[in-house]
């Protein structure tokens, strides 16, 4: 099975710009992660999705960063106005349910200079 | 507070050598996952472990479940270079299932 595509895989910009990061699950899956991680850190979770709503946000910095999941299937990730601490690598992830394992994509690594 | 302890934080050892790594919890999970990452690619799942006292092996990798399910270890036999990367544990929390990853352990195999 093809696995989780994100894209871009990098990103450069400046402090203010803003991004946007896209994320194409594996078919079929209900559940949707978006995770940011600092380098030699675990994965800290951003916001997670049941199909096209939202299940749990609670650790999104909303003033900035917005999510959503358009037809339960792709989803998109963006930071407006980007800061230098949001410089790390975003990774999406999917599953079948709630308890379920995850299969991550590479990632976008998103410096802010 | 970390809701996973991971330690230690980094390992650097040679090849062949064995090595244990922890996850610690003050919470019961009904089940505890581990994942690996390497450098430029995302988590991949190693094992699940579900019943307290729980031991899964796989190939070189020995994975246990506490008898209480609040903590968990890895244990590498004669580490080989290509188990370099970050050892993740992971656990479903809360009404949603969110997964929530620990800090990682980064072991460094040199040949």
């Known amino acids: 099975e093809a696995g989780v595509a994100q894209s871009p895989r990098y990103k450069i910009i400046e402090k203010r710009q803003s991004v946007a990061f896209w994320c194409n699950p594996i078919?079929?899956?209900?559940?949707l992660y978006w995770y940011q991680q600092i380098l030699g850190q675990g994965p800290k979770l951003l916001i997670q999705f049941q199909n096209n709503g939202v299940v749990d946000d609670s650790q999104l910095p909303k003033d900035r960063f917005s999510a959503e999941r358009l037809k339960g299937v792709d989803s998109t990730l963006k930071i407006q106005p980007a800061k230098l601490e949001d410089s790390a690598v975003y990774l999406c992830?999917?599953?079948?349910?709630?308890?379920?394992?995850?299969?991550f994509g590479n990632g976008t690594r998103l410096t802010v200079t | 507070t970390q809701l996973l302890e991971q330690s230690p934080q980094f390992l650097s050892i040679q090849e062949g050598e064995n090595l244990t790594v922890y996850c610690n919890s003050s919470?019961?999970?009904?089940?505890l996952q581990w994942y690996r990452q390497e450098p430029g690619e995302g988590p991949v799942l190693l094992v699940t472990?579900?019943?307290?006292?729980e031991v899964k092996k796989l190939k070189r990798l020995t994975f246990q479940f506490g008898d209480a399910r609040k903590d968990s270890s890895l244990h590498i036999t004669a580490a080989q270079p290509g188990d370099t990367g970050l050892y993740l544990c992971a656990v479903h929390s809360g009404n949603t299932g969110k997964l929530i990853f620990g800090q990682g352990t980064t072991l460094q195999v040199k040949p």
């Open positions: 919470s019961v999970f009904s089940s």
């Open positions: 472990v579900v019943t307290g006292g």
């Open positions: 992830a999917s599953g079948t349910g709630s308890q379920s394992p995850l299969h």
């Open positions: 078919s079929g899956h209900a559940t």
